[in-house]
């Protein structure tokens, strides 16, 4: 089925703002909401504000939810950004759709490698660059454009709408979990789909359409060996250091085919099914495009379309991401470092439990310290846990997600799972028990928590046409 005439109209639209839409992502990125950061919650409160008056001016009823306080490893407090409700229609004969979204962005500086200033949105060869782009301000604002396209053209929007957007996503969604099971009879009273537009298609040509998203349980583990930074000429072949306690505890977190070898750690992994298996072979993934845009010699699993697929999305994988304490500098410095403290996370699939998982990781450290025999003080912190999710992609609501994307580009969009991790999803699914799309707007090379991320101007265009045509096919289910 095509669309009605009137969407024509509204495509045409769109396409005459372009200008303005990236002007007002250019206002979104220079607000440095950098959850992570207590500097920067200043920021990030005032990206609620901006974010609200928008929605306001966008014929939105909002209230902004207080959260609480996040408290800080000094064990000082910091109030937590509140959350934004925005409602747009109530009309009994119409669907309601709950669309999430997140404000916050990962911290970002020139001097990680940027070729140009990360909060100010910079176009080159018809993309644009800065930290949020992609993930998730674009979207965002998509959803906004959106909804204010159809008042400007005098269109009736064919759904009801509940926004949340919340500013603390890259950080564990502190706060929101809580938020959501005490407005589960009020404000999620009468949902009936859920829209996350959060993560990115698998390539770069064909548009994704996802159904599952991996869990996330991050670790510290610290190493203290002296009070005082030391001299290696001084102490060097005395001390038992961290950094090789710290070192020897984070090599043996994986083997050298990057399996986890935490006994039963993949013991409770879902096994695949034939009808799981039947997905992944459609789907348009060009491995070497995809090795090439990352700029890695070889990719693990043979650089096999499937098994390489599988790995991201469907088994469990461990990071390693830095080592807080180490010399990191430029140039030499013959330190000891007093005290190290090793970042890593997993990311968990079904049917891992978190607690599980959690309680294994910490288990096997301390049977390596043990094998260690160091002299030195230890610890395993568990920073924060976020579940899996995956939906029934065979439900109309999905349907009718295919069928807006087709409206757009013309083109049947993969079936996809996300590697990455949306600690919400969960939870969403499971106090409102209703069908989840993630219907992503940006391509696989958007380079979302690195240097250089970008949303293609195309995308950013067609993903705010994408979602009136989601919100006309939801209307239709
Ligand atoms: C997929 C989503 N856009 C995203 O980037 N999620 C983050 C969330 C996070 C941050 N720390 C732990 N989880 C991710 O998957 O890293
Ligand atoms: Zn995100
Ligand atoms: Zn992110």
């Known amino acids: 089925m095509s669309l009605p005439a009137a969407y024509a109209e509204l495509f045409k639209y769109i396409d005459s703002h372009s200008s303005e839409y990236i002007e007002t992502l250019r206002e979104a990125v220079a607000i440095q909401s950098v959850s992570a950061s207590a500097e920067r919650r200043q920021d990030t409160c005032r990206m609620v504000d901006w974010t609200a008056e928008r929605l306001r001016n966008a014929r939105c009823d909002v209230v902004i939810k207080d959260i609480g306080y996040e408290k800080l490893a000094d064990g000082s407090e910091i109030p937590l950004p509140p959350v934004i409700f925005a409602t747009l229609g109530s009309d009994k004969n119409k669907k309601t759709i709950c669309i999430y979204g997140h404000l916050d962005v990962q911290p970002a500086s020139v001097g990680d490698g940027w070729d140009s200033d990360p909060f100010t949105l910079t176009e080159r060869d018809g993309k644009l660059y800065g930290r949020g782009a992609t993930d998730d301000k674009g979207p965002v604002l998509c959803w906004i454009h959106a909804i204010e396209a159809y008042h400007a053209m005098g269109v009736e929007i064919p759904v009801n709408i509940k926004f949340v957007f919340e ?17 589960k009879n009020t404000y999620f009273s009468d949902i009936d789909y859920v829209c996350v537009s959060d993560n990115y298609w698998v390539g770069t040509q064909t548009p994704s359409i996802t159904y599952g998203l991996r869990g996330n349980c991050a670790f510290q583990v610290e190493v203290e060996c002296a009070k005082q930074d030391l001299h290696s000429g001084v102490h060097g072949g005395t001390v038992h250091e961290a950094m090789a306690d710290l070192i020897y505890l984070l090599d043996s977190l994986t083997d050298n085919e990057g399996n986890i070898p935490i006994p039963n750690f993949s013991k409770s992994v879902a096994p695949l099914t034939e009808e799981e298996k039947s997905l992944y072979d459609p789907i348009t993934f060009d491995v070497n495009e995809c090795r090439k845009t990352i ?4 990719l693990r699993h043979n650089e096999d379309k499937v098994q390489l697929l599988m790995h991201r999305w469907r088994y469990p994988a461990l990071s390693i991401h830095g080592i807080e304490g180490a010399f990191s500098g430029s140039g030499s410095k013959t330190v000891i470092p007093k005290k190290v403290i090793g970042k890593f996370s997993i990311r968990i699939v079904p049917n891992q439990e978190t607690d599980e998982v959690n309680e294994m990781v910490v288990a096997y450290l301390g049977d390596k310290w043990k094998e260690r025999g160091s002299p030195n003080n230890f610890k395993v912190i568990v920073e924060r846990s976020g579940k899996h999710w995956s939906e029934d992609p065979f439900h109309p609501h999905y349907t009718a997600a295919r069928e807006a994307t087709r409206h757009v580009y013309g083109v049947e969009p993969d079936l996809t799972r996300e590697g990455g991790s949306i600690a919400i999803v969960a939870d969403l699914k499971r106090v409102l028990q209703k069908n989840i799309v993630l219907l992503p707007v ?7 928590h690195a240097e250089n991320e970008k949303i ?6 067609e993903g705010t046409k994408m979602f009136l045509a989601y919100m006309y096919e939801v209307a239709q289910i």
Do not use: H, P
Request: proline letters at 0%; one cysteine or more; hydrophobic letters at 25%.
């Open 167 to 183: 500013s603390m996503e890259e950080s564990a969604s502190v706060g929101l979990e809580e938020l959501l099971t005490q407005e």
């Open 442 to 448: 940006g391509t696989g090379d958007d380079g979302a």
């Open 295 to 298: 700029g890695c010699n070889k």
């Open 456 to 461: 293609n101007i195309r995308n950013y265009i």
